[in-house]
């Protein structure tokens, strides 16, 4: 069955620098790939998504890339701020073996002044 | 258009009540999915539904958790006879369609606060 990692659980970096969060996946060849970002007692946001042929996707300070033979994704905040503190996940769309989506456990970032 | 709508936001039952958590998807939506939190964890799956059909169940406890979207009204998360346990934040989710290779994004709802005393 397919699985998803995100391989940090936290990230402490400093304001101003580039936070990077991996996800990873395995038995599966996703069509496109889904970052959301969640702040605590609120449910998850819909943040970017990324196709199979593109190798990386931009909005505002956010940059996403999608290695499909590494089966890999990056997830990058440049210039991060205190703002940016959050959980973040990455989702798998379903698949013919699976309709559901399914998220990654998600890697709390905090940005420290 | 207002997003996903969970009903009630905080809810507290004793052990062996029953928990009705209702899920209003967005306008236009006819898939949405539950998803339970537990503290510092991720989203669990658990069902996936389309108007008047369970889809995809395979997260949800075989006893006491069952699961609705009818033709008309939100769709409903019943819990029977809770335990402690069953405390969590449930998540419902809607989307317009979904597929291998559509790309739509999931709008979630704010959650339900379940608390088992």
């Known amino acids: 069955s397919q699985k998803i990692e995100q391989n940090s659980e936290a990230l402490n970096i400093q304001e101003g620098k580039t936070a990077t969060l991996t996800c990873n996946y395995t038995?599966?060849?996703?069509?496109?790939l889904q970052w959301y970002r969640q702040d605590p007692g609120r449910g998850p946001v819909f943040l970017l998504l990324i196709r199979e042929n593109e190798k990386e996707k931009r909005k505002e300070r956010l940059k996403v890339t999608f290695d499909t033979t590494l089966k890999q994704s990056l997830f990058h905040i440049t210039a991060s701020q205190p703002a940016d503190s959050a959980t973040y996940l990455c989702?798998?769309?379903?698949?013919?073996?699976?309709?559901?989506?399914?998220f990654g456990s998600g890697t709390r970032l905090s940005i420290r002044p | 258009n207002a997003g996903v709508m969970q009903n009630p936001r905080h809810l507290v039952r004793r052990r062996g009540q029953e928990a009705r958590l209702r899920c209003s998807p967005m306008?236009?939506?006819?898939?949405v999915y539950w998803y339970r939190q537990l503290p510092e964890e991720g989203l669990k799956f658990m069902v996936y539904l389309q108007k008047e059909n369970i889809i995809d169940e395979s997260g949800m406890p075989k006893e006491r958790f069952s699961a609705e979207f009818p033709k008309e009204g939100p769709s409903i998360l019943r819990i029977q006879q809770v335990v402690r346990g069953d405390s969590a934040a449930y998540f419902c989710?809607?989307?317009?369609?979904?597929?291998?290779?559509?790309?739509?994004?999931?709008?979630f709802g704010q959650g339900t606060r379940l608390t088992v005393v």
């Open positions: 306008k236009g939506h006819s898939h």
């Open positions: 038995n599966y060849s996703p069509a496109y």
């Open positions: 989710a809607s989307s317009p369609r979904t597929g291998e290779r559509t790309g739509t994004e999931a709008f």
């Open positions: 989702a798998l769309p379903p698949s013919s073996s699976a309709s559901k989506i399914i």
